[in-house]
C-alpha cells in the first residue's frame, strides 16, 4: 500500500529563517512520482513541484529547494528565507504505476506558520 | 484559460438533503479527480475519470454518492440523503496526462447541519 508521511504538525519560524519539511513515503513500486503542494489559506492547493523515481537530482527553484533520497525514501523541501506569504500547509503526495497514475496519496500536512 | 473552477464555493445543507456540485477542469486536460479533505488531513481520493469513464472510485464513496463526467467535460458529484459526517471540504483537480501534476479548484466547503 502507498503511504506518505509528513511528521511535523507544525512549524513555526521567524521571517528569513530557513524551514525544512520532511516527506517520508512508502511503496512497492519502481516507478512512481512525488509532488509538493501549497495550500494557503484560501483554501486552493498549489502546485509546486514533480520528481520522478529515476530522477534523485536535488532541485532549487528561487527559495524553494527539494532533497530527494531514495535510500531513505524520503522527498524533503526546504524554504530559504522564509516570508510571511510562506504561510501556509504543504503536502506531500504521491502517485505510481499501480494505481495507473489514477490517485495521489497525500500526506497529513505541515502546517508553516512565518511570523514577522 | 482560468484554471479548475468549482462551483459553489460554499454549501450549507440540512441533513437528508441532496446537494450537487460541479467541477470545470482545464480544458483539454482529460483527467479528472475529485477528492475530500477534512480539517487538519490531507486530501482523500474519491474517483477519477479518464475522458468520460469513471476509471476507480475509492472505498470512501459510498452509494450515496455519484460522479459524473458526460461528454469528457465539466464533472458533477452528487451526495443524496446528507448526513453530518459529509462535511469536509470537496476538492476537483485536472491534469492532462496520467502521470502529471494536478491541478485543482478552490473546492466546495459543504456544512451538513
Known amino acids: 500500500a502507498q503511504k506518505v508521511t509528513q511528521a511535523q504538525t507544525e512549524i513555526s519560524v521567524v521571517e528569513k529563517e530557513d524551514v525544512t519539511l520532511d516527506c517520508v513515503y512508502e511503496?512497492?513500486?519502481?516507478?512512481?512520482?512525488l509532488f509538493w503542494y501549497k495550500q494557503p489559506p484560501s483554501g486552493e492547493l498549489v502546485f509546486l513541484i514533480r520528481?520522478?523515481?529515476?530522477?534523485?537530482q536535488n532541485e532549487i527553484s528561487g527559495r524553494y529547494s527539494w532533497n530527494f533520497q531514495k535510500s531513505t525514501s524520503s522527498f524533503n523541501f526546504t524554504i530559504t528565507a522564509s516570508q510571511v506569504v510562506d504561510s501556509a500547509v504543504y503536502f506531500c503526495a504521491l502517485s505510481s504505476s499501480t494505481d495507473s497514475w489514477g490517485k495521489f496519496q497525500f500526506g497529513a500536512g505541515t502546517q508553516v506558520v512565518v511570523t514577522p | 484559460d482560468t484554471g479548475v473552477s468549482q462551483d459553489p464555493r460554499h454549501k450549507i445543507t440540512k441533513r437528508g438533503q441532496n446537494v450537487t456540485f460541479r467541477c470545470d477542469p482545464i480544458s483539454e486536460h482529460n483527467r479528472l479527480y475529485w477528492y475530500r479533505q477534512t480539517l487538519g488531513q490531507g486530501p482523500e481520493f474519491l474517483t477519477y475519470?479518464?475522458?468520460?469513464?469513471?476509471?476507480?472510485k475509492s472505498r470512501l464513496l459510498s452509494d450515496r454518492f455519484s460522479a459524473e463526467r458526460p461528454k469528457g467535460s465539466f464533472s458533477t458529484l452528487e451526495i443524496q440523503r446528507t448526513e453530518q459526517g459529509d462535511s469536509a471540504m470537496y476538492l476537483c483537480?485536472?491534469?492532462?496526462?496520467?502521470?502529471?501534476?494536478?491541478?485543482f479548484g478552490q473546492g466546495t466547503r459543504l456544512t451538513v447541519v
Open positions: 520528481r520522478n523515481s529515476f530522477d534523485e
Open positions: 475519470f479518464q475522458n468520460e469513464a469513471q476509471l476507480e
Open positions: 511503496t512497492r513500486d519502481t516507478t512512481y512520482y
Open positions: 483537480a485536472s491534469s492532462f496526462l496520467a502521470d502529471r501534476e494536478a491541478f
